[in-house]
């Protein structure tokens, strides 16, 4: 494992001045001129619609988004401003006005300063003091090796604490902990009084453990290219031209200027290059394999990283012109790769090498992707690494032994078991020494399998555990349920069968068992047993009404409560809304989606991209707080019998708050993974909504067409998978009757903030999802009303 060495790799650079001139006289009025370019040329403030009205501070009432910054600035540093490091932070200040107002400083930049002021205006002062000065070290560019390992040094301690608190001092806390403990950064404001909310220990404990995952060798030399990448592009840089570059635009980034990051380099080393009709050299872009290597050897040759004598030799052959050295590999080659980011990160690094280096790397890299799977009981990602190539009965042993009742119900994790797999020896556990087969034929559950599959009788061992294979499957054909015994009777089939269609939502074949067996309707009105929704939501204990009734299917309610008498509804309705649904919803709360949120935001632009086009595997940070979103809404949601919409609403709420601030990008993860997530949770009579368009049952009064098939598009909202990064929740997410790769503000006619005029999502639910829950309560209240034919919008 490469060792950090702390006197190459954690050396603090000296503290510089953001790159203005200091000397250019500053107008009379440069605080105010500040407060307009910042509100009024490049955020654009809005200034008519009243923030807080009814608040209880008279000041408080009359403020707009733009009165409010100007009032926020001039609490802190305009001349009533009482703060004793008021003169530090109005020099802060005049700074970045030099920078806002310099020509040559370009639009995004701008934006983006903007934007992080006014993030922070609201904050106490010393607290925006602190955001101010963070503003002034991003302005800061590398001059050396030394000075871009700074800057990530830097950037982990800012993660760190974003992922641990949105407190501004202890943000700065997070820095001056960091500082004293020597990785190699400063604080944003070593003057700051206030310690936070956060203890040392915790503090320190967090960045050790960011540190781990994060400055390690690919991760850093990644950053480094991404680093190299924007420096050369302020320099002229354009990315591959195919018509070529003249020797004045390619001469400032060319060797001589890389050379304090890269060393040594040669002008025909450096330049990818194709020869003109003359068969003169025309520069086409920059090698950037060339300059991976290049940095790669500079880190190892000036000892950033201490690395063994075999983690050298591996390094030499990925170093080697076509990557021959490499081949054969196996996992025990990878003692480069310290922890899980690692894996996507030397992907990453050596994306674009030789073919051999590349296919080399990420077999090996799929099969411990695979391997950490396993050990962690995801079976979901586990066969999502097989259809990737990765092969299951290289992991069947730790599988079985972690995980056997799940492994052998699951139907596409069985037939990819072959005689290797059978015949793997598990190593952990009680099971410890034996083979897979000798367990699988041991269980009953594996012997009902085998009498079931005869794919796994013919590839089971002819010997197990001293038995013939024909002893075995004798012996679980004996134990196969007879026909009337299997699982359930006829009775409960039919329940089954009945329940099944209430959560699929499907009304006509609802009432179709109850018109085809008039002397079962009883049973079918009053059975329970386990069903299972589109979204894997397990239900029990529950009668057909009250799944209809967790929901809000108000529809299916009218349908079945034709055949119920006044008192069965009245029951089964308290025994889930005992003080009715409009009470139980004001009890509803949404999931918290901050962290999945902040990590968009602060996640590189190559790490969204990465995560758009879900490429496996993917180790990066952002990836990784996306599989946790998903496996905490994935929990939520499934502890949630009756259905909350609040998460779809905050979701939207979310999109709307970050539109402006996040890139097209950023905005189109958001839609795909998180938007569209929620929805994969949609009980089936509100995937019907999605699919019909909320537009139609909203403004048009349009009944339910009970369909699962969007209107827009040929294809179905449910089912959807579960084996894959595909589809609903991955790929797009539904809107306007259609999947939706990403929001279209033309779709429909109308854009987003049409549809919600106020916090995006408000006009659904202030009128679809109310009058559900109004429905329900009338289907109690008047039952002998027949409202089959009266839409659930008025």
């Known amino acids: 494992m490469p060792q950090v060495n702390p006197d190459k790799a954690f050396v603090q650079q000296p503290a510089k001045r953001p790159p203005v001139n200091a000397a250019q006289p500053l107008p009379a009025d440069w605080f105010d001129q500040l407060g307009k370019l910042i509100a009024d040329n490049l955020l654009q403030l809005e200034d008519t619609v009243l923030l807080y009205p009814i608040h209880e501070i008279d000041v408080y009432r009359s403020l707009t988004q733009r009165s409010e910054f100007f009032y926020h600035l001039e609490r802190h540093a305009g001349d009533a401003s009482t703060y004793s490091e008021k003169e530090g932070l109005r020099q802060s200040l005049q700074t970045l006005y030099r920078v806002l107002t310099d020509e040559k400083t370009n639009h995004d930049l701008k934006h983006a300063l903007s934007h992080k002021l006014h993030e922070g205006i609201k904050n106490c002062t010393p607290g925006f003091h602190n955001r101010s000065n963070e503003c002034l070290e991003s302005l800061n560019l590398p001059e050396h090796l030394d000075d871009m390992l700074s800057v990530i040094r830097q950037g982990i301690v800012s993660m760190a604490a974003s992922h641990a608190t949105n407190e501004v001092h202890t943000h700065n806390r997070f820095f001056m902990v960091a500082c004293h403990l020597g990785y190699g950064v400063r604080p944003l ?56 570059y003249v020797y004045e635009d390619y001469t400032p980034f060319d060797n001589l200027f890389l050379k304090p990051y890269l060393g040594e380099l040669l002008m025909e080393q450096l330049f990818a290059s ?56 196996n996992a025990d080659s990878l003692m480069l790769i310290t922890n899980d980011l690692e894996i996507s990160a030397c992907l990453a690094f050596y994306r674009g090498f030789s073919g051999n280096i590349s296919a080399a790397l990420s077999a090996v890299c799929l099969e411990r992707t695979l391997l950490i799977a396993a050990q962690a009981g995801k079976l979901d990602d586990v066969k999502k690494l097989a259809a990737q190539g990765a092969e299951v009965n290289a992991v069947l042993g730790i599988l079985i032994a972690k995980h056997k009742v799940a492994v052998m119900n699951d139907p596409e994790l069985r037939a990819m078991i072959t005689p290797v797999g059978f015949i793997g020896i598990i190593f952990e556990g009680a099971l410890a020494g034996k083979t897979v087969a000798d367990v699988w034929v041991n269980s009953k559950r594996g012997r009902y399998w085998l009498a079931e599959e005869a794919r796994l009788q013919a590839i089971l061992p002819d010997t197990l555990a001293g038995k013939p294979k024909a002893a075995w499957l004798a012996q679980a054909n004996t134990e196969k349920p007879t026909h009337y015994a299997r699982w359930f009777s006829r009775e409960s089939h039919l329940v089954k069968q009945f329940l099944q269609h209430i959560v699929y939502g499907e009304e006509d074949q609802v009432e179709a068992l109850l018109e085809t067996h008039p002397m079962m309707r009883n049973c079918l009105l009053h059975g329970t047993t386990k069903v299972v929704d589109y979204s894997r939501r397990a239900f029990k204990h529950l009668t057909a009404f009250q799944l209809a009734l967790c929901a809000l299917d108000n529809e299916m309610c009218d349908r079945l409560k034709a055949y119920m008498s006044e008192e069965e509804i009245t029951e089964q309705y308290q025994a889930i809304f005992l003080t009715g649904y409009e009470a139980y919803a004001k009890t509803q709360q949404p999931f918290d989606f901050t962290r999945i949120v902040r990590a968009i935001t602060d996640s590189r632009d190559a790490d969204v991209k990465t995560a758009l086009q879900l490429q496996q595997p993917n ?60 929805q994969r949770f949609l009980p089936a009579n509100i995937a019907q909504d999605v ?44 809107y306007a009757g259609r999947r939706q790769r990403h929001y279209d503000v033309s779709a429909g006619g109308w854009g987003i903030y049409d549809f919600f005029p106020q916090s995006c999502g408000d006009r659904f639910f202030a009128k679809l999802m109310p009058h559900k829950g109004s429905r329900l309560r009338l289907t109690v209240l008047m039952p002998q009303l027949e409202q089959a034919d009266e839409c659930v919008i008025s």
């Not at 700051?192 to 960011?210: F, H, M, P, T, Y």
């Not at 872009?285 to 950033?304: F, H, M």
Request: net charge negative; charged share 25%.
């Open 691 to 734: 699919a019909q368009d909320f537009y139609y049952r909203v403004e048009y009064n349009e009944k339910s067409n009970r369909t699962l098939n969007y209107i827009n598009d040929d294809a179905s909202f449910y089912p959807i998978s579960f084996s894959s990064y595909t589809g609903l929740g991955y790929e797009y997410a539904a």
């Open 189 to 244: 404001n070593p003057d700051d009084a206030c310690a936070g909310l956060l203890s040392e220990d915790v503090i320190q404990e967090k960045l050790k453990q960011a540190f781990k995952t994060r400055y390690t060798l690919f991760s850093v030399l990644n950053a480094l290219v991404d680093q190299l990448q924007a420096l050369v592009q302020l320099r002229g840089y354009q990315g591959e031209k195919a018509s070529g």
């Open 619 to 678: 180790m990066t940070e952002l990836w990784q707080t996306l599989e946790q979103f998903r496996r905490d809404f994935t929990r939520c949601s499934q502890h949630e019998i009756i259905f909350n919409p609040t998460h779809l609403q905050k979701v939207f709420e979310h999109y709307c708050a970050k539109f402006v601030s996040w890139s097209f990008e950023k905005r189109d993860l958001f839609w795909r993974q998180i938007v569209g997530y929620v």
């Open 274 to 329: 194709r020869e003109d009709e003359n068969m003169v050299p025309v520069v086409t872009d920059i090698n950037w394999c060339t300059v991976k290597q290049a940095l790669l050897r500079k880190i190892r040759d000036e000892q950033y990283f201490i690395f063994t004598p075999d983690e050298n030799a591996l390094l030499d052959a990925t170093l080697s012109d076509d990557g021959s050295m490499l081949l054969p590999i």
